[in-house]
C-alpha cells in the first residue's frame, strides 16, 4: 500500500500547480492549492483519528485510500480553480486517515523489538515509490497534465484492493485469548497471529507520559527538516547561493534517497537494539549537525556530504519517534497517533515558511544554523525517554 500510494503521488505532485496555472491563477495561487492538501491533512488529523478508533484500522485504511482517489480522479475533471482547490483538500482529508489508520495497525500488531524494523520496511515503500513516482510523472505530464491525476486514483484503488484483501478481518472484541485470522481466503491464506486488543490509551492518559512528549517534538523535528527546510532550502541555496547548474539539485536529492534507503533497514534495527532514547537523541544531533554543515558549504562536494549526513540522521530521526510511541499507545490508539502525525504536518508547514522569512532577512547561512537549534533542541527532550530496549 505504501509503494502504492508514493508512486501515485509522485506522478501526480509536479502536475497539480501546472493544472491550476492552466486553469487561469497565479504562481500563488498555484500554490496555495499544494498547501491545501497539507493544510487540511493537519486540520483533519484528530477526526481522523476518532475515525480508526470507531471503525478500525482496516475498514478506515480502505475508507481513507478512497477519499483520496475519488477525489483525485474529479480533480482531473476539474474545470475551474475552485473545483480544483477544494478538491485536494478533500484528498487531504483522505491521507490523513490512511496514514493515521495504516500507522495505528503497524503500531499494535509489531512487538517491542519489532517496531523499529517494521516502520522501516514501511517507510522503504514511501520512498521506492517516491523515487520511481516522479520519473513517471515526467514523462505522463507531456502526454496530459490531467493524466497524473487519473494515474494516481488508479494507483490509490491498487492499494484499497490491496487492504480489503490481504489484510486479515480482525478477530471478535469479545475473544479473551490470541485467535489465528487468515489473509486471502479461507484455505490460502497465512495465518497471522492477532493478539486481543488491549486497552485502549487515550490521548490525555498519552500527553502525559515523556517519552510521548519526546515522540511528538521527534516527529516534528522530522516534519521540520525533512519534510520542510530541506525541500525549500536545499533547491535555492544551490542555485542562488553556491551558483551551481540546477542539476545539482536532483543530483543531491537522489543521493540523499539513495542512502536512506540503504540505511533505513539498519536504523530501524538499531532502534529495536541499541534504544528508542540513544538513536532518537542521536539521530536529531546527526541531522542538526548536517543542517549546520549545508550553512557552511561553498560547492557540490560540501552540499554532497551535508545531504549523506542528513540522510544519515534523517533515517534514525524518521523511525525511533514511531517506535515510541508504539510503546507508549496500547491497543487502539486513533488520536495520539493523529497528534503524533499532526506535530509532523505542523513541522513541514513551518519549517518553509520560517526558512523563507530567516533567508530572506539574513541569508542562507543563518536560516540553517537556526534550524539546526531547533532540531537540537526537539532532539535533547529525547533524553526524556527511559534507558534500554522496551519490553512486550
Keep these: ?92 482529508v483522505g491521507s490523513a486517515v490512511f496514514t493515521i489508520a495504516a500507522t495505528s495497525l503497524l503500531l499494535r500488531v509489531a512487538s517491542a523489538a519489532q517496531r523499529g524494523q517494521t516502520q522501516s520496511v514501511y517507510r522503504g515503500g514511501f520512498i521506492l515509490g517516491g523515487i520511481v513516482g516522479p520519473a513517471f510523472g515526467g514523462a505522463v505530464i507531456g502526454i496530459s497534465l490531467r493524466a497524473p491525476f487519473f494515474l494516481y486514483a488508479g494507483t490509490l484503488v491498487l492499494a484499497a484492493v490491496a487492504a480489503a484483501t490481504l489484510l486479515p478481518k480482525p478477530p471478535p472484541r469479545t475473544t479473551p485469548e490470541p485467535q489465528v485470522a487468515l489473509g486471502v481466503g479461507e484455505d490460502d491464506g497465512v495465518p497471522l497471529v492477532v493478539p486481543p486488543e488491549a486497552p485502549r490509551t487515550t490521548l490525555r492518559t498519552a500527553l502525559a507520559n515523556p517519552a510521548y512528549q519526546a515522540a511528538l517534538a521527534g516527529n516534528f523535528a522530522v516534519g521540520f527538516s525533512v519534510l520542510g527546510v530541506r525541500s525549500t532550502v536545499v533547491p535555492l541555496l544551490v542555485v542562488q547561493g553556491m551558483d551551481l547548474p540546477p542539476g545539482w539539485i536532483g543530483a543531491a536529492f537522489a543521493v540523499a534517497a539513495l542512502v536512506s534507503a540503504v540505511l533505513l533497514l539498519p536504523a530501524g534495527k538499531a532502534v529495536d537494539t541499541i534504544g528508542r532514547r540513544t538513536t532518537l537523541v542521536g539521530g536529531g544531533l546527526v541531522t542538526a549537525v548536517a543542517l549546520a554543515a549545508l550553512a557552511m558549504s561553498d560547492g557540490a562536494i560540501g552540499l554532497m556530504l551535508s545531504m549523506v549526513l542528513f540522510a544519515a540522521g534523517g533515517s534514525l530521526l524518521g523511525v525511533a519517534p514511531a517506535a515510541i510511541v508504539g510503546d507508549v499507545v496500547q491497543g487502539r490508539g486513533g488520536r495520539p497517533i493523529a497528534v503524533w502525525q499532526m506535530a509532523s504536518d505542523l513541522g513541514s508547514v513551518i519549517g518553509p515558511v520560517g526558512a523563507g522569512l530567516l533567508i530572506s532577512a539574513a541569508g542562507f547561512g543563518t536560516s540553517l544554523v537556526v534550524s539546526a537549534v531547533v532540531v537540537t533542541a526537539c532532539a535533547l527532550l529525547g533524553l526524556r525517554v527511559p534507558r534500554g530496549r522496551p519490553q512486550d
Design 1 to 92: 500500500m505504501a509503494f502504492c500510494v508514493a508512486l501515485g503521488f509522485g506522478i501526480v505532485v509536479p502536475a497539480v500547480p501546472l493544472l491550476a496555472v492552466e486553469l487561469g491563477v497565479g504562481p500563488t495561487a498555484a500554490g496555495a492549492v499544494v498547501s491545501a492538501f497539507a493544510l487540511m491533512r493537519l486540520v483533519s488529523g484528530l477526526g481522523a483519528g476518532g475515525l480508526v478508533d470507531r471503525v478500525g484500522e482496516r475498514a478506515a485504511l480502505q475508507v481513507g485510500l478512497l477519499v483520496v482517489a475519488v477525489s483525485s480522479l474529479l480533480a482531473g475533471l476539474a474545470v475551474s480553480y475552485p473545483q480544483l482547490l477544494v478538491l485536494r483538500g478533500v484528498g487531504g
